[in-house]
C-alpha cells in the first residue's frame, strides 16, 4: 500500500470523499462536497473511475487526462489506488506530501 494509510470500501454509487468519511477517516481533504472548491483533488494511480462535473478552476482537462480528479465527484468502478493532491498543488509555488492509498470497492 502507498503511503501508508489502510483500504477502505465505498458502497455502489458512493463517491470516494463520501466512501471515506463513511468510515470516520481523514485521508482527504474535506471542502464544499459540491465540486466547487477544489480542495479534495486526488489522482487516480490505478483503477477505474467515473468522475462527474468538476470546476474547471481546480481541475483542468490536462488534469484530467492525468486523472486527477476531484474526489467529492468521483465513484469508483473497482478498486483504485488514489494519490491525495489537494488544491494546493494546483498552484507551482504550493508544496504537498505524498499521501497515497488504496481504495477497495
Do not use: K
Not at 463520501?18 to 464544499?32: F, L, N, T
Not at 490505478?46 to 486527477?68: C, H, L, T
Amino acid at each position: 500500500m502507498l503511503g501508508g494509510a489502510a483500504p477502505y470500501t465505498c458502497e455502489d454509487g458512493q463517491t470516494l470523499l463520501a466512501g471515506m468519511e463513511s468510515h470516520g477517516r481523514r485521508d482527504i481533504p474535506v471542502g464544499c462536497r459540491g465540486g466547487g472548491c477544489g480542495v479534495c483533488r486526488v489522482r487516480i494511480v490505478q483503477g477505474p473511475y467515473a468522475a462527474g462535473r468538476m470546476s474547471r478552476a481546480w481541475v483542468g482537462a490536462e488534469d484530467e487526462a492525468r486523472g486527477i480528479v476531484l474526489a467529492c465527484r468521483t465513484r469508483p468502478l473497482g478498486n483504485v489506488v488514489v494519490e491525495v493532491v489537494g488544491r494546493e498543488a494546483a498552484f507551482p509555488s504550493s508544496t504537498t506530501g505524498d499521501p497515497s492509498w488504496h481504495l477497495q470497492e
